[in-house]
């Protein structure tokens, strides 16, 4: 072989361009893979400083009984739901003493509330849960309620009064978004507060009302009422304005007093007339009994003012101080009052 026909040598230089070539890439993902393994790490360290549930309260669990899920740690706390045995509940909680469980229906995100430990399996570790305060924080996805949120807050509202065989009743109706679940009481003209009872216990829903007779308050005349519903606890409404109402409220059935009868009692005779409640309320107030000599004269004989508080059917024996020795067949008796819209003006004279 001619030596024109040997193949040309590769020149030195190419081979070397060559294996810098090599040299440099190895060397960039390399560093790469570093990069990436220091941005994993600090990632992963980020990630292990939030507060998070365990991974086992993510996982739908089942109920091992019937139960009653509150609205807050503890067995006499309002009513959220009940739920039966078996339902599938997610567990996004616990209270700080690790009794209770707050958890969320699984399919239904708005329903959350407080159930007993003991009442659940299969959640792990319950001192890895995430310690709640209140369980309107979290979703019942699992995942903890924003900071900035603006919760839904129940809007107690008291739609009317009015009297319902003489008796007040105070209409009330939650117009907030968010169920209420502390109990709600009522004060009629600064009196008493008095609870209102919600349906067996439960709390008062979004956009549901209830109406209550208030105990102990009757409506004997119309005349002005002022009534207030609040929470007691306090709890926080979306208005707290809608909370009083004003107005007239009359009786819708007819109220009465009657003289029942008068009599010269005892060796002077004094005049005692028998004041009958011919309601079908109590009667509280104050009459007026005006002794007169009868028709053609109308010479007045005594008066006497007396405040009363009568029952139903119930009677009161008033003296008419300053007359006695009456003769009953040559005298009237006269009842008036205030206290009622008297229905029945013919009985409050005697004799009729």
């Keep these: 072989m001619f030596e024109d026909d040997q193949p040309p040598a590769a020149p030195q230089g190419r081979g070397l361009f060559t294996t810098m070539g090599v040299a440099i890439a190895v060397a960039v993902i390399v560093t790469f893979s570093a990069g990436g393994a220091v941005l994993l790490a600090r990632r992963s360290s980020l990630d292990s400083a939030l507060i998070r549930p365990s991974s086992s309260a993510t996982a739908a669990i089942a109920v091992t009984r019937d139960l009653d899920l509150r609205?807050?740690?503890a067995a006499d706390a309002a009513l959220v739901t009940h739920i039966a045995d078996g339902t599938r509940v997610r567990v996004l909680g616990r209270s700080p003493d690790a009794r209770w469980l707050v958890v969320g229906i699984e399919g239904a995100s708005s329903v959350v509330g407080w159930a007993p430990v003991d009442a659940l399996t299969g959640y792990g570790d319950v001192q890895r849960l995430a310690i709640v305060a209140d369980a309107r924080?979290?979703?019942a996805g699992g995942t903890r309620a924003s900071s900035t949120q603006t919760p839904d807050l129940a809007d107690l509202r008291i739609d009317r009064v009015y009297a319902r065989q003489d008796r007040l009743v105070v209409s009330v109706?939650?117009?907030g978004p968010g169920d209420l679940t502390t109990p709600i009481f009522v004060s009629v003209n600064d009196g008493a507060p008095v609870r209102l009872e919600t349906k067996a216990g439960e709390p008062l829903r979004a956009h549901e009302g209830v109406a209550m007779t208030v105990a102990g308050a009757y409506v004997q005349l119309r005349a002005p009422v002022t009534a207030k519903v609040f929470t007691q606890p306090p709890e926080r409404e979306e208005d707290t304005s809608n909370n009083t109402w004003t107005g007239l409220v009359e009786?819708?059935?007819?109220?009465?007093?009657?003289?029942l009868r008068a009599a010269a009692v005892g060796g002077n005779r004094q005049l005692v007339v028998t004041v009958r409640n011919a309601s079908s309320i109590p009667i509280a107030g104050t009459i007026t009994l005006t002794a007169r000599e009868a028709l053609p004269s109308t010479t007045l004989l005594g008066r006497v003012t007396q405040d009363v508080s009568l029952e139903p059917g119930a009677t009161v024996d008033v003296p008419v101080t300053g007359v006695v020795g009456v003769d009953l067949t040559r005298a009237t008796v006269r009842l008036s009052t205030d206290a009622i819209n008297d229905a029945n003006l013919s009985n409050d004279t005697y004799p009729r």
Excluded at 251 to 259: F, G, S
């Design 173 to 175: 109706v939650n117009d």
């Design 137 to 139: 924080s979290v979703s």
């Design 251 to 259: 009786p819708d059935v007819p109220n009465d007093l009657e003289i």
């Design 71 to 73: 609205a807050s740690p």
